[in-house]
């Protein structure tokens, strides 16, 4: 009995004192705790968004309009044979019909630029249209009117009659950076007003075609643009309109991959203030056409970089034949600014006006000099020659060290490609799709006038000259349908 007591009371005393241990160390855990912030579990107060651009979008998505343009439009002949009389006979000698004009609707979107009505919008949105009506943020539907257009750089100004309206004001798009936030504002699809996100992903893109006649210097973004953002703003984090979205790069269903295109602010600006003052943009032009200097080009003039852009031809009569500007010299600077590539030089040139003189720094047997010239005026036909030539390889058969044939240049053979009478050299009869010319954009039916800056009139003279060279680039001048085109060649080993 006294040892079932004694145990009772060990066991008791045992529990006591391990409970006493462990309460001892849940104190000091508890402590340890409250000792280390990062441990600190107490709730935290609600604190403002970090990424929010509400403040910025409330301020400039008011500025951003939806623009209606209404224009009609011929539809063709449901039956185009109805003049052949056996046609007629099967169907009761009907007359035919007659075309049937449809009223067709652009939707866009649109930038307001001015508290007294001025509105930034793309010429496509509103070409050819016969009634354009702004749709506002307050619900008030108005009707614009176009005060100019230029299709060049699709840019458009209306004007609607308002006063104290929200407006946006331009930005410097030259201070943008590749990597900036970027946010897109306007009404894709019709479904209303949409602000989307992202950055600005590449600066001084050109989409137009060879030939195209445009001005093009797009700021290109990721932030989503879709049919209906045409005209409307890309804004960045203070507000400020840095460009009108243009264009987008679409997928196989049409839509929005990632890729889109706005007409940076500094040149809308420019266009903007010419259409209010004069209703037409007028461009200064040298009359000359250039290509990108590449590595190889450079290696076969002798340049220690590659830099600035060649000069392909000298238009006769031109502003830079009058100043002395010559076929082969390399541009690297107008204005004491350097260019780097065909378009950067085109929109340089085209952002003086036609009278305005301007410093040409060029490269001319590799001895630096600077050129004076007064430049002309562009026009569409001569702005579409000026962009000739870019073109890229298109081609065929050949054999030989730049893996191509030739023939001589007969006065039958120049009438068909449309030379000039006089035109001398050799021209490509086939190319070899796996060789070096094909690469550098030589084509079947090219002219190689020159060779290293030595005038070729046959084969021998060709390979000859090509020999000469050894395993540098061989530098052609080259003649496509009257169009001169410097090309740089490495010859096969």
Same mark, same amino acid.
């Given at each position: 009995m006294n040892l079932n007591k004694a145990f009772t009371k060990y066991?008791?005393?045992?529990? =006591?004192?391990?409970? /006493?241990?462990?309460?001892?160390?849940?104190?000091?855990?508890?402590?340890?705790?409250?000792?280390?912030?990062?441990?600190?579990?107490?709730?935290?107060?609600?604190?403002?968004?970090?990424?929010?651009?509400? &403040?910025?979008?409330?301020?400039?998505?008011? =500025?951003?309009?939806?623009?209606?343009?209404?224009?009609?439009?011929?539809?063709? *002949?449901?039956?185009?044979?109805?003049?052949?009389?056996?046609?007629?006979? %099967?169907?009761g000698n009907r007359g035919p019909q007659q075309p049937q004009e449809q009223l067709q609707q652009a939707l866009g979107s649109g930038v307001i630029v001015s508290a007294d009505g001025y509105i930034l919008t793309n010429h496509h949105v509103i070409d050819g249209a016969e009634d354009i009506k702004i749709e506002m943020n307050d619900g008030r539907t108005l009707e614009a009117k176009l005060i100019g257009s230029d299709p060049p750089s699709d840019l458009a100004l209306l004007k609607v009659n308002a006063t104290g309206l929200t407006y946006m004001t331009p930005g410097d798009s030259d201070k943008v950076r590749v990597g900036d936030v970027a946010l897109a504002i306007g009404n894709p699809l019709g479904i209303g007003q949409t602000v989307t996100m992202g950055i600005i992903s590449a600066k001084g893109r050109s989409t137009g075609g060879?030939?195209?006649?445009?001005?093009?210097?797009?700021?290109?973004?990721?932030?989503?643009?879709?049919?209906?953002?045409?005209?409307?703003?890309?804004?960045?984090?203070? /507000? +400020?309109?840095?460009?009108?979205?243009? *264009?987008?790069?679409?997928?196989?269903?049409?839509?929005?991959?990632?890729?889109?295109?706005a007409i940076p602010s500094n040149m809308a600006r420019t266009v903007m203030d010419q259409l209010v003052k004069n209703g037409k943009v007028r461009r200064g032009q040298l009359g000359i056409t250039v @290509?990108?200097?590449? @590595?190889?080009?450079?290696?076969? %003039?002798?340049? =220690?970089?590659?830099?600035?852009?060649?000069?392909? @031809?000298?238009?006769?009569?031109?502003?830079?034949?009058?100043?002395g500007i010559r076929q082969g010299d390399v541009i690297t600077a107008i204005n004491d600014v350097a260019v780097s590539d065909s378009n950067a030089f085109r929109n340089r040139v085209a952002s003086n006006a036609p009278g305005t003189a301007v410093t040409v720094t060029v490269l001319r047997d590799n001895r630096e000099q600077k050129i004076s010239a007064t430049l002309g005026e562009a026009t569409a036909e001569t702005a579409r020659s000026e962009n000739q030539n870019e073109g890229g390889p298109d081609s065929r058969i050949g054999g030989g060290k730049l893996g191509l044939s030739v023939e001589p240049l007969t006065p039958e053979i120049? *009438?068909?490609?449309?030379?000039?009478?006089?035109?001398?050299?050799?021209?490509?009869? @086939?190319? &070899?799709?796996?060789?070096?010319?094909?690469?550098?954009?030589? *084509?079947?039916? &090219?002219?190689?006038? +020159?060779?290293?800056?030595?005038?070729?009139?046959?084969?021998?003279?060709?390979?000859?000259?090509? +020999?000469?060279?050894?395993?540098?680039?061989?530098?052609?001048? %080259?003649?496509?349908?009257?169009?001169?085109?410097?090309?740089?060649?490495?010859?096969?080993?």
């Open positions: 066991h008791f005393e045992l529990k =006591a004192g391990l409970f /006493g241990l462990l309460l001892l160390i849940s104190i000091a855990a508890c402590k340890a705790k409250a000792s280390n912030p990062a441990l600190n579990f107490a709730p935290v107060p609600d604190a403002a968004p970090q990424n929010s651009y509400a &403040d910025i979008v409330s301020k400039s998505a008011p =500025a951003v309009i939806t623009i209606r343009a209404d224009k009609r439009v011929r539809t063709p *002949q449901q039956f185009p044979f109805s003049e052949d009389p056996f046609f007629r006979g %099967l169907f060879t030939g195209s006649g445009s001005f093009e210097d797009f700021l290109q973004t990721d932030a989503p643009i879709n049919h209906g953002n045409s005209g409307g703003a890309l804004v960045n984090t203070i /507000g +400020e309109l840095i460009g009108i979205n243009s *264009q987008i790069l679409p997928g196989e269903t049409g839509g929005n991959i990632g890729i889109g295109f @290509s990108r200097v590449t @590595s190889d080009l450079a290696a076969s %003039l002798g340049m =220690a970089d590659a830099k600035g852009v060649i000069v392909n @031809s000298v238009l006769s009569g031109s502003a830079a034949e009058r100043a120049a *009438q068909q490609l449309q030379l000039k009478s006089g035109t001398t050299g050799v021209v490509v009869d @086939s190319v &070899d799709p796996t060789g070096p010319a094909v690469e550098a954009g030589i *084509q079947r039916g &090219d002219v190689i006038q +020159e060779v290293n800056r030595q005038p070729v009139r046959s084969a021998d003279d060709l390979r000859a000259a090509i +020999e000469k060279s050894g395993t540098k680039p061989v530098l052609l001048l %080259l003649n496509r349908r009257g169009e001169t085109i410097f090309l740089a060649v490495r010859p096969r080993q």
